[in-house]
């Protein structure tokens, strides 16, 4: 497994994260197997938050993983916090006792990551650090990161909280790259070059935070998965299915390689349960796109170049 530096840390962490959100319905069994696969292909690197399945993924993931035989160390745990029923919040007292749920639903003294979930209109920075504070010094959590953030909104937390930002998760993929067109189509008056996130590719590179992208195979707000939708991606797979044939690979593969050859330090975040899809997706991490092969990829998932 290829492995990246986490942000501005020491810790080397692998370049695909297995995403927790849809474990709530697996069968015991079938979760054990599917966390020792992960774990057996160095995917050691688990994603949650606390409203996936309304807590009961961190559930579910804390049982099945006492029957893997495996140790709290050989595994690193992020989840999220913030989102609430009709608000987000990231006041002192509601960081704090979501971490607190957050421990208790993963059956664990710590977390070795933990990240503030969709930006909070009302945040107190102020708050944020005490809370950052207080769960550092009391060994709760080792990490912290953000998610959906723009660079503006990083830099307000940036005046008050003391640890370093590690990770900003964002929507990234082939089919959703907006990031990488609002540079290449600086100062146009095209759509691609409006620019929806405050550069924050570059900013986060400047920074050393790294991206971890969620939702790698969709396309829009949860439209659906670009790769065999022939419909709206012809061309595309069509090319995605000729060059896995170069790299004895899938489009699935290709698409986890495209996102892969970026500089930007990324992490993909793979929320497949499924053992055989998540071999793909590892296979895509051992095979570097050429520099023409990536953007005719970029091209072919409807981008311009100007």
């Known amino acids: 497994m290829k492995n990246i ?41 688990f994603d ?57 639903r993963l059956d664990t003294d710590y977390l ?8 909070d209109a009302l945040v107190e920075p102020e708050e944020v650090a005490e809370a950052f504070d207080i769960l550092q ?17 990083i830099e307000l937390l940036k005046q008050y909280v003391k640890q370093d930002i590690l990770v900003n998760q964002l929507q990234f993929g082939v ?17 691609g070059a409006i620019d929806r996130d405050g550069s924050v590719i570059d900013y986060c590179r400047i920074n050393k935070i790294t991206i971890q992208a969620w939702s790698p195979f ?27 044939k170069k790299y004895d690979a899938t489009p699935t593969a290709v698409a986890t390689a495209w996102v892969l050859r970026h500089p930007a330090n990324i992490q993909m975040i793979a929320g497949t349960t499924n053992t055989d899809r998540m071999a793909e997706i590892v296979k895509g991490t051992q095979f570097e796109l050429t520099r023409e092969e990536w953007y005719k990829i970029y091209l072919f998932a409807g981008h311009i170049l100007p």
Request: hydrophobic content about 35%.
């Open 5 to 45: 530096m986490l942000g501005k840390s020491d810790n080397k962490v692998p370049a695909v994260a297995v995403g927790c959100m849809r474990i709530g319905d697996m069968e015991e069994k079938d979760l054990v197997n599917h966390l020792n696969y992960c774990v057996e292909q160095g995917l050691n690197f």
């Open 112 to 119: 070795d990551m933990l990240v503030l979930h969709r930006p």
């Open 48 to 104: 949650h938050a606390d409203i996936y399945g309304g807590g009961n993924c961190e559930k579910v993931f804390a049982k099945a993983f006492k029957e893997t035989g495996l140790n709290r160390e050989d595994i690193i745990l992020q989840s999220k916090c913030g989102i609430r029923k009709g608000m987000y919040d990231f006041s002192k007292e509601y960081i704090l006792k979501s971490v607190d749920g957050i421990l208790s």
């Open 175 to 191: 089919c959703h790259s907006n990031m990488i067109a609002s540079g290449i189509e600086a100062n146009m008056l095209t759509d």
């Open 218 to 244: 969709l396309y829009g707000f949860f439209k659906g998965a670009f790769i065999d939708d022939r419909k709206a991606f012809p061309e595309l797979n069509d090319l995605l299915k000729e060059l896995s």
């Open 137 to 153: 010094n009391s060994g709760k959590v080792k990490n912290f990161g953000v998610s959906n953030h723009r660079p503006m909104q």
